[in-house]
């Protein structure tokens, strides 16, 4: 088998197909989940604290030799640190609720009532018991 037919056959397994499309969903629901964080939340939690943009929050370290600010910026750090909270409480509630469906429902099952002849066939063992 060839170096090409073996790299068609393993490219177009249903898993490869399958992660691919999932990295380009999970790509775009990223960007998605990074401008509701940056665009939305962000801008009204500054608004409540006192008017902080928090991409702007950063920690100046000097000068660097042509003259530029060096900066820690740790309000975009605190913005992909919400990214990633949201994406992670999104994707927990997801496989919350997969798992949920994949499990077949508990059904509290008694045992059946024991039938006429089995009452009947305790009962002479019982007397039979007593005579002994």
Do not use: H, W
């Not at 490869?16 to 969903?25: E, N, Q, S, T």
């Not at 604290?49 to 910026?73: C, H, Q, R, W, Y």
């Not at 798992?99 to 066939?121: G, I």
């Amino acid at each position: 088998m060839s170096l090409g037919s073996e790299f068609k056959e393993f490219a177009m397994k249903g898993n490869v197909v399958d992660l691919a499309v999932g990295v380009i969903i999970g790509a775009a629901f990223g960007k998605i989940v990074s401008s509701l964080v940056g665009d939305l939340f962000m801008p009204a939690l500054g608004q409540l604290i006192g008017g902080i943009n928090f991409s702007d929050l950063a920690i100046s370290l000097g000068k660097d030799p042509t003259g530029k600010e060096v900066l820690v910026k740790y309000g975009a750090f605190l913005q992909t640190c919400f990214d990633f909270l949201i994406i992670a409480f999104i994707l927990f509630i997801a496989i919350k609720g997969i798992n949920k469906l994949k499990k077949p429902p508990v059904v509290d099952t008694a045992p059946p009532a024991p039938t006429k002849s089995e009452v009947l066939l305790e009962e002479i063992r019982d007397l039979l018991a007593k005579r002994a």
